[in-house]
Nanobody, 116 residues
């Protein structure tokens, strides 16, 4: 079965950086587009970043453009989210996502907390 396991979250001061990882299994990673979403307390889950399976097309929410970078290592079946210049409003649970065979698969999430 498809499994997505995120890691790398934590507590960081405003202006700091974190790198999230999402290890995927149960699918052919190189054929899948991969996304990151986040959900802040009391808010709906929102799109953060996406990378096409070719690796040459990336998309970002306006709120993170210029600060976050999505990338992938196909040899490790892993997608990353490098987050720089973090702000308190980036505080959320971050989820890895992949649509596959008509279903949406999500990881368990990793908590990112940015203190002011």
């Amino acid at each position: 079965q498809v499994q997505l396991v995120e890691s790398g979250g934590g507590l960081v001061q405003a202006g700091g950086s974190l790198r999230l990882s999402c290890a995927a299994s149960g699918l052919t990673f190189t054929t899948r587009d991969m996304d990151w979403y986040r959900q802040a307390p009391g808010k709906e889950r929102e799109f953060v970043a996406a990378q096409r399976r070719s690796g040459d097309s990336t998309y970002y929410a306006d709120s993170v453009k210029g600060r976050f970078t999505i990338s992938r290592d196909n040899a490790k079946n892993t997608v990353y989210l490098q987050m720089n210049s973090l702000k308190p409003e980036d505080t959320a649970i971050y989820f890895c996502h992949v649509p596959f065979r008509g279903y949406d698969y999500w990881g368990q999430g990793t908590q990112v907390t940015v203190s002011s």
